[in-house]
């Protein structure tokens, strides 16, 4: 069976440090993997999506980036954290077409002191 | 373009008595429509999915929903209560949006309390 794996559960973190989020998906062969940010009271923000190995797609300008070095692993990092990067982010994964639905980790909460 | 809402951010029941979360959506394309649940500091999971087969969907642990299209709704119900099943649930609907095939759009959420 699929399972997927996101590390670590929470973090705190000085403003201008760096982050590195990683997320892992096992069981599955070439995953869609996805980044989101979840904010109180604001739903899911969609920050990146990839479709494959090294292709990454960028939904909103931001201070984070994503990359893809493997085909199960999808990374969310920072070179340098602001204070509206606090939130929980959540990965997820899914196969085939849009009609597919997501598989979610169970999430990071950031603090961004 | 496509849109979801959620009429209701937070909704407050009696155990044991039914539970209505309503959602509205708007899309140019056939949708598909998802409810999921979030227990506090977990990811989603996934209640249930409409993929134009039958409208009346049932899922996980009781709930179902029902695809109105001439009411533009997917609303999730379940007929009693329990005290597990306090969470915030989301409304999903899936579309071409702006040239992209992978793009989901969520509504805000909406917030379920079961009391005792």
């Known amino acids: 069976s699929q399972t997927i794996h996101q590390w670590p559960a929470t973090l705190v973190q000085p403003v201008g440090s760096p982050l590195s989020l990683e997320c892992t998906v096992e069981?599955?062969?070439?995953?869609?993997l996805y980044w989101y940010r979840q904010a109180a009271g604001r739903g899911l923000q969609l920050l990146f999506y990839s479709v494959g190995i090294g292709q990454i797609s960028s939904e909103v300008p931001q201070n984070l980036s994503a990359s893809r070095p493997q085909d199960r692993q999808f990374i969310l990092s920072s070179k340098k954290l602001l204070l509206s990067d606090s939130g929980f982010y959540l990965c997820?994964?899914?196969?085939?077409?849009?009609?597919?639905?997501?598989?979610f980790g169970n999430g990071t909460r950031l603090t961004v002191t | 373009a496509q849109s979801v809402t959620q009429l209701d951010s937070h909704v407050s029941v009696s155990e044991g008595t039914p539970v209505l979360l309503r959602c509205n959506y708007s899309s140019s394309y056939s949708p598909s429509l998802f409810w999921y649940v979030q227990h506090p500091n977990k990811g989603l999971q996934l209640l249930l999915k409409y993929t134009s087969a039958a409208t009346l969907v049932k899922g996980i642990n009781g709930f179902e929903a029902e695809f109105k299209k001439s009411e533009t709704s997917f609303h999730l119900t379940k007929p009693s209560a329990h005290m597990s099943d306090a969470a915030e649930y989301f409304c999903?609907?899936?579309?071409?949006?702006?040239?992209?095939?992978?793009?989901?759009?969520f509504g805000k959420g909406t917030l379920l309390t079961v009391n005792p």
């Open positions: 997820a994964w899914s196969v085939g077409t849009l009609n597919s639905p997501l598989h």
């Open positions: 999903v609907v899936s579309g071409n949006s702006g040239g992209s095939n992978y793009k989901l759009t």
């Open positions: 069981g599955t062969s070439n995953p869609n």
